[in-house]
């Protein structure tokens, strides 16, 4: 067993969790392949946040048959998200009888004992618990980037928005302590890290021990020597502590930048999401956090289709997106998930109407997007450089402190350097610049 490949479907929590399989694989002396024809043992680490992420995993799945029939010694394995909910190992157990390996979100860490057992018995192995037990720590990590890196500040999710399936596939909150955060990040300083983002579903809800909110571990985290940059996903905004919108003022480190997920428009729809919040409320967080740090940029995460959104709704979502004029917004069309309440509501949406309203939103947040990018041709920006650009390969690619990318033309020696960058072209998902 020499090389490994794995696939990750979903969210960064996933892109993490895969690094930690990654490390895992290293301290055995394995080393990664460049595509799953080369690999022995194949992983795929998979999200059950929509319908479509499922059927794209099955098909990946089908399509690693014939691998197994001509190289019967591979070993594929399965994990994340979809592997917590019991109809899913159902089918792989009995569609996908070329599965080896079968874990879950809570036991990752316990991913190198069950190869172990697959290798000497030649039997398959399934282990998935169905809550999450002790927070492990000191797993080893094989980042995606030298110089940034993702780290969990804590695991699950408590608010069951009624869309949602995340809180039965994570399980409940529980966060790291304090400690063992500040001593990963100082590790990772020691390392040549510049940036961390610090992972969790809804980090204004980390309570690391009696003294520290999530407010207090940026403080703590910005007196890291070397850490330049501190960014954070996801925030609920019914959780946004004024101290954390003070953090942005006076944590030097903390990136200009906020992704605040506000989902739809309309307050009818979010009390039927749970969020908690209305509207109102959104806007008005909103505007206290442009009050404080005037130049942040703020992302969202926002949904077509819920069950029963009228067009009214759907406008009113509209009309926030022009009010809040997003840097930028992941777009969704609501998908039943089994196990949720709303996949129980009788007023689905037709798939027609939903597909309109996310043309229509994408257009609208797009054209935004496109609009602040230009207001920035001619400023200048300080930019970590993270790599070579996949969009032209003799270019360079990083991130602004307010999370936008920006290609321009430059040495490979500068990646992990913090460089200006003066924007001589804004786009709509991405900038172009040359380093002065
Ligand atoms: N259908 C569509 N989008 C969803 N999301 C979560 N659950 C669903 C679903 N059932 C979106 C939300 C969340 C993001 C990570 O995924 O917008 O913020
Ligand atoms: Fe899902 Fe809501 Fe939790 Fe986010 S806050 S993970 S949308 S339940």
Redesign the pocket.
């Known amino acids: 067993m020499r090389k490994y490949f794995i696939q990750t479907f979903g969210?960064q929590m996933n892109e993490h969790d895969s690094e930690i399989i990654a490390g895992m694989l290293c301290e055995k002396g394995m080393e990664e392949a460049a595509s799953p024809d080369e690999a022995q043992v194949i992983i795929f680490n998979t999200c059950s946040?929509?319908e479509n992420a499922d059927k794209r995993f099955f098909g990946t799945l089908g399509q690693v048959k014939k691998k197994k029939k001509t190289e019967p010694e591979t070993i594929v394995c399965v994990c994340g998200c979809m592997m917590q909910q019991q109809h899913i190992i159902d089918t792989v157990k009995e569609k996908y009888p070329w599965v080896d390996i079968i874990f879950g979100t809570h036991n990752i860490h316990e991913f190198p004992k069950l190869l172990d057992s697959v290798i000497s018995v030649r039997e398959r192995q399934i282990d998935v618990w169905p809550e999450g037990r002790e927070i492990v720590e000191g797993l080893p990590s094989r980042r995606l980037f030298s110089c940034k890196a993702l780290v969990n500040i804590m695991y699950g999710c408590n608010n069951f928005c009624t869309?949602?399936?995340v809180p039965y596939t994570r399980g409940r909150e529980r966060s790291r302590k304090p400690e063992n955060v500040i001593g990963e990040v100082k590790d990772l300083v020691a390392d040549g890290v510049r940036e961390v983002m610090l992972l969790g579903q809804n980090v204004n809800s980390y309570r690391g021990d009696g003294d520290t909110d999530f407010a207090e571990l940026i403080y703590r985290l910005d007196e890291i020597e070397g850490l330049d940059r501190i960014r954070f996903m996801?925030s609920h905004p019914k959780d946004l502590s004024d101290r954390l919108i003070k953090a942005f003022g006076e944590c030097s480190s903390l990136c200009k930048n906020i992704h605040l997920?506000v989902?739809s428009g309309s307050s009818r729809v979010l009390e039927m999401m749970n969020r908690r919040y209305d509207r109102d409320r959104y806007m008005e967080l909103v505007d206290k956090i442009r009050e404080t740090v005037p130049q942040i940029t703020i992302s969202s995460?926002?949904?077509v289709g819920f069950p029963g959104e009228t067009e009214e709704d759907f406008l009113d979502t509209l009309d926030l997106i022009e009010r809040v004029r997003y840097d930028s917004a992941?777009t969704?069309?609501?998908?039943?998930?089994k196990g949720?309440p709303a996949a129980e509501a009788e007023d689905q949406i037709p798939e027609e109407i939903k597909h309109d309203r996310f043309n229509r939103m994408v257009d609208l947040i797009n054209t935004i997007s496109a609009e602040k990018n230009a207001a920035m041709e001619g400023k200048t920006e300080d930019v970590l450089v993270e790599g070579i650009s996949k969009q032209k390969p003799d270019n360079l690619a990083g991130r602004t402190d307010g999370f936008k990318l920006v290609n321009f033309r430059g040495d490979a020696s500068l990646i992990g350097k913090i460089v200006p960058v003066r924007i001589t072209k804004g786009k709509t998902f991405s900038l172009e610049g040359e380093i002065i």
């Open positions: 969210c946040v929509r869309y949602c399936i996801t997920p989902q995460d926002i949904m992941f969704f069309l609501y998908s039943p998930r949720t």
